[in-house]
């Protein structure tokens, strides 16, 4: 085995890089919204149920995908298939890491504008101020580049120094930061007036709104919250050793996962109730209401409101780069192995072609007028095309892939670590993988579109 195909070098360095990959932006403003707005701790156990019938299991499958094959995510696929059109499932899912890259780092660059902004108290000012500032800035022809370019060139550095070295050690430093931040700030929020509101609106159980809508709401959260069909499962699986348990280490990515995203909802609806804000969802939640809400809520304190501002947007990159380090990673090995050129050519071409992506995608949001397909500018478009054609289409055909085409014997020997480890749920999740997630796919992606 080469420098580059090194393994991970502990358990800890297993879960808390694949854990990284899992939680992102999405976990900060996504959960805790849709756990508020579809019958808080109802949602909440209907997502718990959703991550053991899909999550898990998709994970699980990705996992010995990636292990068996030892490679970048398309040989990875291309050796079980036995060269047979099943391999463009793994090149596909290379394709959408790249491309989600691309317009993540754009939002990811933004979280970097904000650190700066805090430290300067530049988010000082009225609701008006605030909106105007985030305006200006995401419609800029420079800043919102430059920043793309910055956070792009950060992961850069890490992915170069490999997998031990770079992966491994930055996931150790990053997660537990990540987690040690997000708890102070929960206890900041959960400190202030009236915040119990805040709490009891995230964990409050409403079954009166549990309908079909909510169902699919928690499916699709559990689908992309875990990262599958991106990659990044499928690619950190192929540095795991023979040693790793598949089951455990899914089944503690998920909780890590979901226990992040709950305290994000902690973090959040505490303060905002606290000053009379009602949540929205999206971009502006993160960057136009929560910067009014915490100047607000700690009027009275200054100098904690300007720490738990800097916290807020601190934790908020690191989630991002977590996630942008492993869809870099996705693209990186598969540049380096396919063209037999060494890991820094490969993370070069990678950072290259992502920062002209994101490039694009941000100057489409207001700088330059034409940056459009149908109507959309490219960054809605990366969105849609990534999220909610390419990602369900890659998750149904794996499941598809470890269900029906994969030998059972090499599915089972990955699960059971040739036979070193309890395999007494392995119907079970044959059972999901082949019936019940293909479904949960499906439904989802056509409840996308409006048609469930």
Wanted: proline residues 4%; aromatic residues 12%; hydrophobic residues 50%.
């Amino acid at each position: 085995m080469n420098e580059d195909r090194t393994n991970f070098g502990s358990k800890l360095g297993v879960i808390l890089a694949t854990a990284g990959s899992a939680v992102g932006l999405g976990n900060v403003w996504r959960f805790p919204y849709m756990t508020g707005q579809n019958g808080g701790a109802a949602f909440i156990l209907i997502y718990i149920g959703c991550v053991l019938l899909l999550g898990i299991p998709c994970m699980v499958s990705e996992f010995v995908i990636g292990r068996h094959g030892a490679s970048n995510t398309a040989r990875a696929y291309s050796k079980l298939s036995g060269g047979k059109p099943w391999k463009y499932v793994g090149y596909m899912g290379v394709l959408t890491g790249f491309l989600i890259t691309g317009y993540y780092a754009v939002v990811s660059g933004w979280c970097l504008q904000y650190i700066v902004a805090s430290l300067t108290g530049s988010l000082n000012g009225d609701p008006q101020y605030i909106q105007q500032y985030f305006t200006d800035f995401s419609q800029s022809p420079l800043k919102p580049v430059m920043w793309t370019v910055v956070i792009l060139l950060l992961t850069h550095m890490v992915i170069i120094h490999g997998v031990r070295g770079g992966i491994e050690k930055a996931s150790k430093m990053f997660m537990p930061t990540l987690f040690v931040l997000l708890l102070v700030v929960v206890v900041a929020s959960c400190m202030l007036p009236e915040a119990d509101k805040g709490i009891k609106y995230l964990f409050h159980p409403d079954f009166s709104k549990v309908d079909q809508d909510v169902f699919l709401n928690a499916l699709g959260q559990s689908f992309y919250s875990l990262s599958i069909a991106m990659g990044c499962i499928c690619t950190y699986a192929s540095y795991f050793s023979r040693q790793t348990n598949l089951v455990r280490s899914a089944v503690q990515i998920s909780v890590i996962d979901s226990l992040i995203a709950i305290l994000a909802g902690l973090m959040i609806f505490p303060a905002a109730f606290s000053v009379g804000v009602n949540p929205d969802s999206g971009p502006s939640l993160i960057f136009i209401t929560l910067p009014n809400v915490f100047q607000t809520a700690f009027a009275g304190m200054p100098v904690v409101g300007y720490i738990v501002s800097l916290m807020f947007y601190a934790l908020l990159t690191l989630a991002a780069i977590t996630s942008l380090i492993s869809l870099h990673e996705v693209s990186t090995a598969f540049f380096f192995e396919e063209l037999h050129i060494s890991r820094k050519a490969g993370a070069t071409i990678v950072t290259v072609a992502c920062s002209i992506i994101g490039a694009l995608c941000s100057l489409s949001l207001g700088a330059v007028k034409g940056l459009t397909i149908c109507g959309k500018d490219l960054f809605d478009v990366f969105d849609f095309v990534t999220g909610q054609i390419m990602l369900p289409i890659g998750g149904f055909l794996t499941c598809l892939f470890i269900g029906w085409y994969v030998p059972k014997k090499v599915v089972r020997d990955e699960f059971t670590n040739w036979g070193t480890v309890s395999g007494r749920l392995f119907g079970a999740f044959l059972f999901l993988v082949r019936f019940v997630c293909p479904v949960c796919i499906l439904m989802i992606f056509l409840h996308q579109f409006g048609v469930l």
